[in-house]
T-cell receptor
Framework: AQSVAQPEDQVNVAEGNPLTVKCTYS??????LFWYVQYPNRGLQFLLKYITGDNLVKGSYGFEAEFNKSQTSFHLKKPSALVSDSALYFCAVRDAESGGGADGLTFGKGTHLIIQP | DSGVTQTPKHLITATGQRVTLRCSPR?????VYWYQQSLDQGLQFLIQYYNGEERAKGNILERFSAQQFPDLHSELNLSSLELGDSALYFC?????????FGSGTRLTVV
């Protein structure tokens, strides 16, 4: 079974400071990893994904994430936070070796990111 | 517009009733995934269809069922509704490694 843990329900950061939203995962095979963002009363918007290759992945709106296989982590980062980054962030995983065509994503519980002016 | 269309956007219904949520995937996508988002459970995977066939089941209640039609749109049927079924229901479709989500249907059971 695959699972994702986002240990922080909420992260508070001052505008202009760097931000990190933590994510750890568990899969039996190799992971495909994703970050999505949800603004109030909106759907999930894709930020970035790791499939293979370079461990540092760059995505939308200046976000990036680093895949760390030994720590089974995929933390989301941004060098300088904006107030408009305030939203709910979800980390998700899929086992690359998922069998039978069952390839849905498993999500963490989400982390509320609050950027203070 | 993500390309994944969900209707209706909002639905208010009474306990015990039955509702149908509809999802049209992105053009050409064969897979459809349904998720339930509630305050206490987060985003829970419900069920996956691929080209009309069920591929995987997650935490889907027996009162819930789904199907995918030949034109690839999917419907999620929720019956004998309870207050606890109030949630945001998302569908997604997949192209390669990319999963695209619709804007969701907010179901309120009163």
């Amino acid at each position: 079974a695959q699972s994702v843990a986002q240990p922080e329900d909420q992260v508070n950061v001052a505008e202009g400071n760097p931000l990190t939203v933590k994510c750890t995962y568990s899969v039996s095979g190799n992971p495909y990893l994703f970050w999505y963002v949800q603004y109030p009363n909106r759907g999930l918007q894709f930020l970035l994904k790791y499939i293979t290759g370079d461990n540092l992945v760059k995505g939308s709106y200046g976000f990036e994430a680093e895949f760390n296989k030994s720590q089974t982590s995929f933390h989301l980062k941004k060098p300088s936070a904006l107030v408009s980054d305030s939203a709910l962030y979800f980390c998700a995983v899929r086992d690359a070796e998922s069998g039978g065509g069952a390839d849905g994503l498993t999500f963490g519980k989400g982390t509320h990111l609050i950027i203070q002016p | 517009d993500s390309g994944v269309t969900q209707t209706p956007k909002h639905l208010i219904t009474a306990t015990g009733q039955r509702v149908t949520l509809r999802c049209s995937p992105r053009s050409g996508d064969l897979s459809v995934y349904w998720y339930q988002q509630s305050l206490d459970q987060g985003l829970q995977f419900l069920i996956q269809y691929y080209n009309g066939e069920e591929r995987a089941k997650g935490n889907i209640l027996e009162r819930f069922s789904a199907q995918q039609f030949p034109d690839l749109h999917s419907e999620l049927n929720l019956s004998s509704l309870e207050l606890g079924d109030s949630a945001l229901y998302f569908c997604a479709s997949r192209t390669g490694y990319g999963y695209t989500f619709g804007s969701g249907t907010r179901l309120t059971v009163v």
